[in-house]
């Protein structure tokens, strides 16, 4: 079992960067798929990007590429997203998950797939 702590979030202003982190417990953090997934005020959750087990593999969500980056520390038990360039679209809780995948699936999108979540942290994006 992988319990996730967010923390990082806050208040910010259009076009300023932050670093959201989420720290699992647990001795077998590598072996789990990562992902960042966010939920809006009056949206449903969605998924903003995934990191395979060893980091090599990433994949994002158009609405963030190009701003967002997804890492992993294997050594720290910690997921990490650097958001650049945010827009107040951005407003949202952000969730850490972690899922375990079949060989051969080095990453995922569906949220059906993760099985442990974070509590959130909340992102503000003031204009």
């Known amino acids: 079992q992988v319990q996730l702590v967010e923390s990082g979030g806050g208040l910010v202003q259009a076009g300023d960067s932050l670093r959201i982190s989420c720290a699992a417990s647990?001795?077998?953090?590598?072996?789990?798929?990562m992902g960042w997934f966010r939920q809006a005020p009056g949206q449903e959750r969605e998924f903003v990007t995934t990191i395979s087990r060893n980091g090599g593999t990433t994949y994002y969500a158009d609405s963030v590429k190009g701003r967002f980056s997804i890492s992993r520390d294997n050594a720290k038990n910690t997921v990490y997203l650097q958001m650049n360039s945010l827009k107040p679209e951005d407003t949202a809780v952000y969730y850490c998950?972690?899922?375990?995948?079949?060989?051969?699936?080095?990453?995922?999108?569906?949220?059906?797939?993760?099985?442990?979540w974070g509590q959130g942290t909340r992102v503000t994006v003031s204009s």
């Open positions: 998950a972690a899922a375990q995948t079949p060989i051969g699936e080095v990453i995922t999108t569906q949220q059906r797939a993760y099985e442990y």
């Open positions: 647990g001795r077998t953090f590598s072996s789990y798929v």
